[in-house]
């Protein structure tokens, strides 16, 4: 499963021709505003991204996050 979020931040990425590699630079430079619950921690997307190889994960379960648009 994944975040709807996450999944068109990485189509708009891919669509771009970039490869999963660069992926959470692309997230660096095209900050999304995220809180983390119940710590109310405010951070960027690309912090709570995790790659290993071709595998995109988040490292905080989507039910404790909160989008700022």
């Given amino acids: 499963?994944?975040?709807p979020k996450l999944f068109r931040r990485l189509i708009e990425y891919l669509g771009t021709g970039g490869t999963v590699k660069g992926f959470k630079a692309y997230?660096?430079?095209n900050p999304d505003r995220v809180m983390v619950?119940?710590?109310a921690h405010s951070t960027h997307?690309?912090?709570l991204i995790e790659q290993n190889g071709s595998t995109v994960?988040?490292?905080e379960p989507p039910e404790q996050?909160?989008?700022a648009e």
Wanted: aromatic share 6%.
């Fill in 1 to 3: 499963m994944i975040l």
């Fill in 27 to 29: 997230l660096a430079r």
């Fill in 37 to 39: 619950l119940p710590q």
């Fill in 45 to 47: 997307l690309d912090n």
């Fill in 57 to 59: 994960r988040l490292t």
């Fill in 65 to 67: 996050l909160v989008f």
